[in-house]
């Protein structure tokens, strides 16, 4: 994968594992106070190191440790990192499984690409996570909702403070128990949308998995905190194209005249990060048969779901504010790898409130039927080619 | 400086200073070697860390070293980093000096505000890096275009995943030895525009010195350079914004009619970092007489310098192309912390080079005349108070 076929690439069968003593082995907490990325980490890590005279070293996992780093390395001064963010499951016959994670190894990749870190080898790199997932496996809990939040991340260690590419790097990987979004069901949460702060432009870096689009989120976060509203729905431009909302793809569900039903996200025009979670809606809404004995069919207890038309393109405020109007947006959700489907209850827009339908479950027959499927198939209650063995 | 008084702020009377031992102290490298950002470092540093119940802890100066940081610290996640730079001189009096140190210190605090670091106290950081300065001075040679760079870096240290705010930080200063960013003479760079990369956007933190400004830049910047160009010209939005050139602010010298000169840089909208230089430039052409006896008259020693008008405001590249052809565009240069001014000798755009007039010295005569005269006060041979002494 590297540019210079002299330099050595990930191996994974250089693997050196380094357990750590059974008596420095972690409790682990009880998984009813598990909070996403707050319930610390795992036994172990995954650590490779790129030099760019010899190429990657030999991987390493090893007990949980601090980092060593030269203060002068990239990524303090320049923000050399990327990250991803999957997660690890216990599959029926108990063997842990990951959720299209050749989907983050992909996307993983190209946003190095993007910030000019050294290549290397995704497959080599996901059969050395598999192994981490392995030798951690007893967090995995079987119980539904909970899984094994597995973070890899790239970062720039060349050591001097010289403004160009990091041309020294390394990968680590790290995992922590994590619990259901909601764990006493649903609640909508409330948007305030922005124009004024702006996440990603045309020619920026929306599109792709970087540290760097998060850090400028965190101040806008929190004055929509100190306002009442939970997460930002973020607009571009003089027309006010909605994005994103908070790290999470938008949705839209639109009732149609002929009774079926438009499910609308913006377009991956450079702005959107690709979601795994916003590809695998647009596919199962895609493959959706509105008829109960097809093995595709969406279904929810309580109602069948019309057919879906999913549509990628682009879409303002002002269109929101026009079809609640007409009454025909049904449901709203960001999608994303921790709450897999987040519905919307309002938004705040121009100093008033914009009120969604409000459902007695907290969420929509449509997107709650979304929701089902996807943790039908990472729970692996349901075959399918997404789930992928740790072997 | 914190918005909770019962945190304990950044306090220079609880400085430890941890002297190298004398036997490890490392062996200056001629200066005559020293490369920008690629000399090593000097032999100290400052640390300071910032902890949510205590506020920050006892300053330590101490011998340069690894940091040791959490893998789940914010930094590596999320981008939470800030820098600065900023050079030390030896004065006449053979004392340690810095060039306007509070601008970099107002810079550092809204910058850290921007992506929610906790905030400290300006003064007494400088009062510390003051120390630092003259623990190492020794690094600073009292020869002409030599200084030693001091890069103060904030980062966020909080060590979960949770995408949120870093409620823990570090402050850590490193410094190096650095000589002229053009040893044999000026030498005029070239530049290639481009628009669909894009440095910076309204809404954004392009007027923040962040990290994440940085690791965009990287592979467009080595596409210049694999098409011949040293570094980009950073177009924004349709109607092709001049910004900024490289990491540095950009200036244009006009001829007017009246025989008098603008000189034109982008206005600080929100896009362009409030560079010192820039401000050094804006201030001194402000003050400028044409006449050799007002002590404020700039000068070179070929040809006087007209009287100068300095504007901030918006430029698109077409009209440096209608400048050009009208013969009015004398000089076009880059400002920055490391070059001072760093002239410019063609614009690759649309796929032709607009050329730029030639000098003999590979330097028009009012950017000559404005280098010259802050690099005698950063040298300390004109008494300005833009140079604070570090005692």
Redesign the interface.
């Known amino acids: 994968m590297s540019d210079n076929p002299t330099l050595l690439d990930i191996d994974p069968s250089k693997l050196t594992i380094v357990r750590a003593e059974p008596h420095v082995l972690k409790t682990i907490p009880p998984p009813e106070t598990w909070?996403?990325?707050?319930s610390?980490?795992t036994d172990h890590?995954l650590i490779i190191e790129h030099d760019p005279e010899m190429g990657w070293s030999a991987p390493v996992i090893k007990p949980?440790s601090?980092?060593?780093?030269?203060?002068?390395s990239s990524?303090?001064?320049?923000?050399?990192?990327v990250?991803e963010g999957m997660k690890a499951f216990r599959g029926p016959d108990d063997k842990p499984t990951l959720f299209r994670p050749e989907m983050n190894m992909d996307r993983f990749a190209m946003s190095a690409?993007?910030?000019?870190l050294p290549p290397f080898n995704k497959d080599a790199l996901l059969a050395l996570i598999k192994q981490l997932v392995l030798v951690d496996e007893r967090w995995i809990p079987s119980r539904t909702g909970y899984s094994m939040?597995v973070?890899p991340?790239y970062?720039?260690t060349r050591p001097?403070?010289?403004?160009?590419?990091?041309t020294h790097g390394m990968i680590?990987v790290?995992m922590?128990p994590t619990g259901p979004y909601f764990p006493t069901g649903f609640k909508p949460i409330s948007l305030m949308a922005r124009?004024?702060?702006?996440r990603a432009?045309?020619?920026?870096?929306g599109e792709y998995k970087?540290?760097?689009?998060?850090?400028?989120t965190?101040?806008p976060?929190?004055e929509a905190a100190s306002q009442g509203y939970q997460q930002i729905l973020w607009l571009l431009g003089d027309e006010r194209r909605v994005t994103e909302v908070g790290?999470m793809n938008f949705f839209v569900v639109l009732k149609r005249s002929d009774g079926e039903i438009d499910l609308i996200t913006p377009a991956l025009d450079g702005t959107i990060l690709p979601g795994v979670t916003r590809d695998c809606i647009l596919s199962l809404a895609g493959t959706h048969v509105p008829d109960a004995s097809s093995p595709s069919s969406l279904s929810t207890s309580t109602r069948p779901i019309p057919r879906l038309h999913p549509q990628e393109r682009q879409f303002t405020i002002s269109d929101i504010v026009s079809w609640l109007e007409q009454g025909v947006l049904l449901e709203a959700f960001g999608t994303g790898t921790a709450s897999i489907i987040c519905p919307v209850s309002k938004i705040g827009w121009e100093g008033k409130d914009l009120i969604l339908p409000e459902y007695e479950e907290g969420v929509g027959p449509v997107s709650k039927a979304l929701w089902e499927r996807i943790v039908e198939i990472q729970e692996g209650r349901r075959e399918s080619e997404w789930s992928v063995k740790c072997e």
């Open positions: 909070v996403f990325g707050q610390g980490s890590m949980y601090p980092l060593t780093l030269d203060p002068a990524v303090f001064h320049y923000a050399t990192a990250f690409e993007r910030i000019a939040y973070r991340v970062i720039g001097t403070v010289g403004v160009q590419a990091s680590f790290i922590s124009h004024d702060f702006v432009w045309p020619g920026g870096t970087l540290a760097l689009n998060y850090a400028p965190f101040k976060q929190q790290q």
